[in-house]
């Protein structure tokens, strides 16, 4: 249990981080920050809690999220011109955090005993719905509908640890393994510029 | 509670092809494909879930959705270069759809003990929303909200639905009259161009 | 029990009107401005609902919201152009509807033995997210996240409303200064064109 809660507060501290970046690049107000930053943060496992009926939402009966999104947008506005120069740096942090949360995510699904399939498309939406809400609340197609292929890096990660959890590995092994997946294959990604294969390649050659 | 099931299953489909094709319109990757797929097919019927509190949502505790939905996507986008000269063929499927969602919907909300307005409301919804989704999600205004009134069509054909199965008709008739209702009124707005008395019209003249 | 109610029928009349209006400048139809009219008035009492998961939400199980929603977007729609000279006017009517959903949300939260600091993110909620949702759906990025101060006045509203009652003082009396305080620090703001401190400042002296 309290491994989850540890996990899901580093998820939450880097996703507040990355969505009050978005939110200043999109010059939104105080208040705007502080939302987008909540929403990135904690709206993948909303939407997860919505979905599978586990309510009040996760973040509602813990406040340390609450104080720590609050904190993290802080220090985000405070040394904004600092973090500019290292987005770079940043990356890591947000990928850390997409391989947390599609680890909660799947651990939490599993513990409604849901499908293994639902249970990696919950893992998912933890990870990946924070940044579709965010990308819809600033008006914009959400990036990992055309862009990135993190989706497809928390299915893989998701799966795996799904597999290898119900194959008898320690927790924490198959978190560990799992979590190094999710954190090479994205990183790989972005260096070599991986993308899904294109559906439309056909059409370019017209 | 089968021919229920089979309801779901059969607009399943057909909404999945519809929200494949505005994907590869938008011209998202394979993962956005299928997550606009997706929330084409089970958006209304999960925002009707939600709304009314029965958790897990369907489609995660039918495995067949999901498998259905992953199926149609593949099938969208492999035939995609035929599917486009069959467009105008494919509005008798979304149409189809939109009946088999509105009865479902009223269906379930009428199992929930809730008020008949409120029941044709969640058939309305259970038909619709998953277009709106799509669309908010492709950074679009809902179609339904400026173009085409297939939503009014879905209070009609709910309406009627919930009339004739109040008044002691058989269970088959009355969706068979709603469905039938539906698809004839849809078919005739879309051909005879039909659309809502404009509240704007005075503004026309000036 | 029965003044909530009272509180959340007024609220509803006026953010109905505030959101018909919205849509009509939209030129959306008259399904558009029925959905957008309910959506802003109980699009953020439902997402508080959603989230602490009291399901059905509140509007399905009060038929008077729903016939006060219908009621209120015919009267704007047939009076419309009258209605365009008295925005100034609508705009109290909007900022009682704020104060009265602030209350009513940190009520409900409250009586879901939620922390206070979630009692007052929920009434915040309550106020601003039916014009969240109205935005979203009109394809804009949401007003209060860049201009605005309201979701502020709330939080400030909310926060005065739980720490009185806390403190003991009569329910009657904490509404009382709390609606107070939020609709003359709204009408202030907006006279004085107070914004939230900008944390771009620094941006425009280069």
């Known amino acids: 249990m309290e491994i989850t809660t ?5 998820g939450t501290v880097s996703f507040a981080i990355s969505g009050a970046l978005t939110a200043m690049r999109k010059k939104l107000d ?25 309510t009040p939402v996760s973040w509602m009966l813990n406040m340390t999220f609450v104080y720590v ?7 985000a506005i405070i ?3 600092y973090l500019k120069y290292v987005r ?15 680890i909660a995510g799947v651990q939490i699904a599993t513990a409604a005993d849901l ?10 939406i933890s990870a990946c719905f924070g940044g579709v809400l965010r990308d819809i609340l600033c008006n914009e197609i959400p990036i990992i509908f055309h862009k990135e292929i993190y989706a497809t890096v928390c299915i893989l990660g998701g799966s795996v640890y799904l ?15 799992a979590g190094c997946i999710i ?10 510029e991986w993308s899904l294969p294109s559906v439309y390649k056909k059409d370019y050659s017209k």
Chains 1, 2, 3 share one sequence.
Request: net charge positive.
């Open 79 to 81: 040394f904004r011109s």
């Open 30 to 54: 105080v208040f705007g920050i502080l939302i987008i930053a909540l929403v990135t943060s904690v709206g993948g496992g909303t939407l997860r809690d919505i979905l599978i009926g586990k």
């Open 6 to 10: 540890i996990i899901d507060i580093l």
């Open 115 to 124: 499908h293994p399939v639902v249970c990696v498309v919950l893992g998912t």
């Open 88 to 102: 770079r740096s940043l990356f890591l942090f947000d990928t850390i955090g997409i391989a947390l949360y599609t």
């Open 69 to 75: 999104i609050f904190g993290a947008t802080l220090v």
């Open 163 to 177: 597999a290898s959890s119900t194959a008898g590995l320690p927790q924490s092994i198959a978190m560990l393994v």
């Open 183 to 192: 954190i090479i294959v994205r990183t790989l990604a972005v260096v070599k």
